[in-house]
């Protein structure tokens, strides 16, 4: 076969079909390709910071944490300090308490004696003037001998 | 090329002989050695091409060229996952290399019809078709590979036991009255399955391949004026066709692709 015009005919169809294919049909494969490389290029980005805000929040988490256990044993430290002050008022309340309550039974007790030692001293005047008045055989005035049987009984 | 009109008729005939060796122009061992070379040539263009792509691949943004691999690979597969449910691991690649290989040799079409020719004319060689899809004996070859595995994986899907109980009791009935119907229509079933799907694509590109000659035939087809109107008619419907026949080309690459995992796939079903 010879190189003829119907060879040359073909050649420029041909060109005509690449210009075609360059002018209307790679520019919606590049699109498609670009979209691609876009939607994976995205994707990736998304995920890179998707795991840097991950990184993020747990260091937040983290320091959260111990933010929250150094709260949590001041809050203890606080309580206990405050349950030892507590007990201690408590102590001193309830050991004043003691010390009144033994003031005024002591009181009591003090005040009881001294009320039997004075009716004890009455008593022993009266039996001292009735045994008196027996031995001298008459009447004892008490009301004239009272000063003498007050000091009597102030002296037993 | 003569402009009376035996030319047209000589030009075809001579375009529509095959490359064979010298040695035997007919029978057997006429080899086409066009399609063998074209196709062969094709698929390594294709190994070699995607081969490239897939070892440079990365896991980050992908540079164009790896994308339109991914874009077709995605394409293909996505077919594939819509029709097969099951390990892809064969199939997925199986139709990968029908669609690009198919649509690689359909492109051959594209290429100016005297051009392959011209050139190997260069090195003594008279004939040359560029277009292996349009030798029945590509197509054939491609199908009955198909056919080969479609029985494959009926017996691996079924066992022999199976699929031969799948031959005589499907589809009217287990009845023995039934036996020889149903096994009748079966096998009419699986022969026609590779018969259209060579059929179907050689037919296409033949008559791709007739219509770019006749058209071609435009360019010798007149003297003077008239000769330069239907010249310029001719690279015009030359044109024309070219740009519809990326469609068929993309679209005859498909078809075969899809129907190869149809039949597969229905190799698996159990009926």
Redesign the interface.
Known sequence: ?D????????????A??IW??VHF?WPY??K???E??LK??EG?NAAERAHADLKAADSKVQAEIKQARLQASEIIDKAQQQANQIIEKARGEAVSEINRLKASAQDDIASMAQRARDELREQVGALAVAGASRIVQREVDASTHKALLDQLAAEI | MASESGGLTEYIQHHLQHLVPHASKEGFWAVHLDSVSVSLALGVLFCLWFWLKARKATAGVPSKGQAFVEIILEFVDGQVKDVFHGDRRVLGPLALTVFVWVFLMNAMDLLPVDLLPWITEKFGVGHFRAVPTADINMTFAMSLTVFVLIIFYSFKAKGAGGYMRELFTAPFGSSPFLWLPNFLLNVVELLSKPVSLAMRLFGNMYAGELVFMLIAGLFSAGAGLAGWALYGAGIIGYTVWGIFHILIISIQAFIFMVLTIVYISMAHDHH
């Open positions: 076969m190189f003829n015009a119907t060879l040359i005919g073909e050649m420029i169809s041909f005509i079909l075609f294919c049909i494969l590049n498609a390709i670009e691609r490389q994976i290029a990736l």
